[in-house]
């Protein structure tokens, strides 16, 4: 088996476990949302990017289907934004927000950096870094205003009905 392939499974091994002690029953719901929503923006600016051959990825499962990197669209990148949901600090003041978006895209982005430089699952350059810090930052920020009215929305049918 090739080294990227094994990364691969292992991503499919580790996300799901990490997903499952960090996200709380109370707030499964939430995390739902955040996991479905994120993976709806990441398949639509990711198809983007990778038909005008911005993002590649030789490494992928369903070589044949899409040009898409299915673990990292599907699993890797919705996980690490329920984490900056789920870990979003509600009631802080604007700086500690604005560090809060920054410490997670942060992360993404150091992940694709780690990612691209020592295995073949993406083919990463700086361009494509700095253009995924700003993406992150829009798909984080779109995530965490569809989940706040969602969550809104439903504590107003709550109370109507009470």
Do not use: C
Request: net charge positive; glycine share 2%.
């Amino acid at each position: 088996m090739n080294v990227d392939y094994f990364v691969l499974l292992l991503l499919w091994i580790i996300f799901p476990f990490i997903l499952y002690k960090m996200v709380p029953r109370n707030r499964l719901r939430e995390a739902i949302v955040t996991f479905l929503f994120f993976q709806m923006l990441t398949w639509l600016f990711s198809i983007g990017l990778s038909y005008t051959n911005t993002l590649e990825s030789p490494i992928r499962l369903f070589k044949y289907a899409t040009k898409l990197n299915f673990t990292m669209e599907y699993l890797v990148f919705p996980a690490l934004a329920v984490g900056f949901q789920l870990k979003f600090p509600n009631h802080s003041n604007y700086p500690r927000r604005l560090l809060h978006y920054l410490l997670w895209v942060g992360i993404i982005v150091s992940f694709i950096y780690l990612i691209g430089k020592f295995t073949d699952i993406m083919d990463v350059n700086n361009n494509h870094l700095i253009m995924s810090f700003f993406n992150f930052i829009i798909e984080l920020w779109l995530s965490r205003q569809y989940v706040l009215w969602i969550i809104n929305k439903n504590n107003n049918k709550s109370d109507q009905i009470i």
